[in-house]
């Protein structure tokens, strides 16, 4: 089955330690979205990959990084992780403009911070 | 102008029972308004979709209702079952460079055996 993968599912790091999580697809969509879920919220977009294209929104803060090797993957590197980046991180797909809006979900890392 | 307002935020429901949960938006370039599913610990999953144009789309128990004069929308759950606990988002797309959306901030619902 098509699927959007990511992996740890769970990750401990320390406060300040870098940490990257990871996020593949095979869907072979063009757009790979990555969002901020925390405790009983909504998810919260930090940012997406337009094939190449990074596009970051206004208020994600700059400990916040992303790279994208290639059309598979798609990474998240939180460079200095404190306390309050503890969350669920999403990673998203979606095929891009003239297409359908859907968007594709895999089932998360929940981040830890010591 | 960028919000989408979701109620309840709560919702106990019995099986066998309706489950209706609403959402309003301001946007009206919002064109794509998706209801998501999410089980604890599990990434959303996309339940059903309905596009401004059409004022009802329906999958198996699930119905989306759509009144695009007064901009709301809601997701209406038939037969409730329990294993349909969990919580909904609803979400509005807009096109900014690609598609984004806008969540709603959830409805936990729980369907009593």
């Known amino acids: 089955d098509a699927m959007v993968i990511q992996n740890p599912r769970y990750q401990v790091t320390q406060f300040g330690k870098p940490v990257t999580l990871s996020c593949s697809q095979t869907l072979n969509h063009n757009v790979m979205y990555w969002y901020q879920q925390k405790s009983s919220q909504a998810p919260k977009l930090l940012f997406h990959?337009?094939?190449?294209?990074?596009?970051n929104e206004a208020d994600t803060p700059d400990n916040f990084q992303s790279r994208r090797p290639n059309t598979s993957f798609c990474f998240l590197d939180i460079r200095s992780p404190g306390l309050g980046d503890a969350a669920m991180y999403l990673c998203?797909?979606?095929?891009?403009?003239?297409?359908?809006?859907?968007?594709?979900f895999g089932d998360g890392t929940r981040l830890s911070i010591l | 102008q960028q919000q989408v307002k979701q109620s309840p935020q709560s919702l106990i429901v019995q099986k066998g029972g309706i489950s209706i949960i609403n959402c309003a938006y301001e946007n009206t370039a919002f064109d794509y308004f998706p209801w998501y599913q999410q089980f604890p610990g599990k990434g959303p999953a996309l339940l059903i979709a309905i596009r401004p144009d059409v004022s009802e789309k329906k999958e198996g128990r699930f119905t989306i209702s759509f009144n695009k004069s007064a901009k709301q929308f809601s997701l209406h759950i038939m037969d409730s079952q329990p294993g349909d606990s969990a919580t909904y988002f609803c979400?509005?797309?807009?096109?900014?460079?690609?598609?984004?959306?806008?969540f709603g901030t959830g409805t936990r619902l729980k369907v009593l055996a």
């Open positions: 998203a797909t979606g095929r891009g403009t003239g297409y359908s809006p859907a968007q594709h």
């Open positions: 990959y337009y094939d190449k294209d990074f596009n």
């Open positions: 979400a509005a797309s807009i096109l900014s460079g690609t598609y984004k959306y806008i």
